[in-house]
């Protein structure tokens, strides 16, 4: 009895194991790539700045600093720029020694504070921009260009990106002699909506950032005009693909 009932599961086992081992049958499909580019105008600008000042006094650096805001921030109120679109940082203060280990004394004092500003008036930057390194501060931490309509773009861009993946499928079904069936699987990767730049603490005016985020942004230090060229920011959309054939 034993005998005959390993018998029957060997049996049982070989018969089932071709249908657990076989891979599922994929049908022929056209795998193709849709990109596209939308170009834009940035409606928004992100100026982040900052204040840095030495003194051998404490006091002293902590008052020039404090000046120095000051005067960045009258500026910013005269340039008609509104409370809730500037924001200052807490401040901070270093102190620094000479070589001389034994020294416990620091030799300078080195304070300073950032001020982050959202700016909608575009045509502005360029004024604006100048007028803060006038103005107190001598530092500019990172210029972000930006649109505040991404999703729309974006939703344009991944549109467009489609339409390039079927006339892609469309164009390779042809001349293979088939014709473009259901899409099979998708998926899709987007980016873009803004430009950004930035540095650290160091550059001590700012006028190297601020050429680099001008010939980023398509415009000129140089310009002749009143306000900046600002230029055009990218949004960008991808999908991959498969159309099964029929």
């Known amino acids: 009895m034993k005998t005959h009932l390993t018998l029957a599961l060997v049996l049982l086992c070989c018969c089932l194991t071709p249908a657990f081992s076989q891979s599922p049958v994929q049908p022929p499909t056209i795998n193709v790539t849709g990109s596209a580019e939308v170009k ?34 009258a500026f910013l109120k005269a340039s008609e720029i509104a409370a809730k679109d500037v924001q200052t940082d807490f401040i901070n203060i270093e102190p620094t020694y000479d070589h001389d280990v034994s020294r416990t004394t620091p030799t300078t004092y080195v304070v300073r504070r950032s001020i982050e500003i959202k700016l909608v008036k575009i045509p502005k930057f360029e004024g604006l921009l100048t007028g803060l390194l006038t103005n107190g501060v ?29 006339e892609k499928a469309d164009a390779l079904a042809v001349e293979l ?17 803004w430009w950004s730049s930035s540095a650290y ?25 009143d306000t900046l060229s600002i230029g055009q920011i990218s949004v960008s959309a991808s999908v991959n693909v498969s159309f099964l054939i029929e």
């Open 40 to 73: 834009v105008a940035p409606d928004e600008i992100g100026l982040r700045v900052g204040v840095e000042s030495r003194h051998p006094n404490l006091e002293m650096a902590k008052k020039q600093n404090d000046d120095a805001v000051a005067k960045a921030l």
């Open 138 to 166: 001598n530092n500019v931490h990172g210029i972000d260009f930006r649109t505040t309509q991404s999703r729309k773009h974006r939703d344009s861009a991944r549109a467009m990106a489609i339409r390039a993946a079927k």
């Open 177 to 193: 002699g088939v014709k473009r069936g259901k899409v099979h699987h998708i998926d899709a990767s987007e980016g873009g909506g």
């Open 201 to 225: 603490w160091g550059g001590r005016y700012g006028s190297a950032m601020y050429q680099n985020a001008v010939q980023n942004v398509g415009g000129t230090a140089e310009t002749t005009d």
